[in-house]
């Protein structure tokens, strides 16, 4: 296994050599954990330089932290990044947002790839042209849900509804938002 450079130049031979472990003892979850995000190996290899230089920066509080609250911090390092790499270098994905939500409701990116892939800027355009003929309260669910994220425990409860029902009534919103693109814009889509 070959150290990364960043690390190797850490003037520091304690810091130098504390890094080099941690290296070797994390680097396979740090890739999994970035790669589980990007699912692009040059990008994920340019995310972890960026992980790594951001721990350098805080050996000092890493060298206290026990194993557990360590490795924890470590995900939660790679995730971040990955999610900033996404949101900073991903026109689609900065699109993604709806007008209101990019008035100042912005709460960074958020990952559901395998229900809502990342659309294109002409997608997202048409999206917004027929955001405002849904109900608010279908706003409201689907931004909770694809946007912010929201577990659909919590989306159950702010409105009002059983646990099991969240999927289906998303359901019927993504059906109606799909209607209004297809009378919107015909059979283009």
């Given at each position: ?120 800027a002409e997608e997202v355009d048409s999206l ?62």
């Amino acid at each position: 296994m070959m150290i990364p450079y960043c690390i190797l130049v850490i003037e520091d031979d304690d810091d130098r050599a504390f890094m080099e472990q941690l290296y070797k003892e994390y680097h396979r979850l740090m890739y999994s954990e970035i790669f589980k995000l990007l699912s692009n190996q040059w990008d994920t290899e340019d995310v972890m330089q960026t992980v790594l230089e951001k721990l350098i920066d805080k050996i000092p509080d890493l060298r206290t932290k026990p194993r557990d609250n360590l490795v924890n911090y470590i995900i939660s390092a790679c995730k971040n990044t990955a999610r900033n790499f996404l949101r900073d270098n991903s026109k689609a994905a900065n699109d993604l947002v709806l007008d209101d939500y990019e008035a100042g409701r912005n709460t960074g990116y958020h990952d559901r790839s395998t229900e809502l892939p990342l659309l294109r800027a002409e997608e997202v355009d048409s999206l917004k042209r027929i955001w405002p003929k849904l109900s608010e309260r279908a706003q409201s669910l689907l931004e909770g849900y694809y946007i912010l994220e929201k577990p659909t425990s919590v989306l159950a409860e702010e409105f009002g509804l059983a646990p099991h029902s969240v999927h289906t009534v998303l359901s019927r919103y993504r059906r109606k938002a799909f209607e209004l693109l297809q009378e919107e814009f015909g059979e283009e889509l």
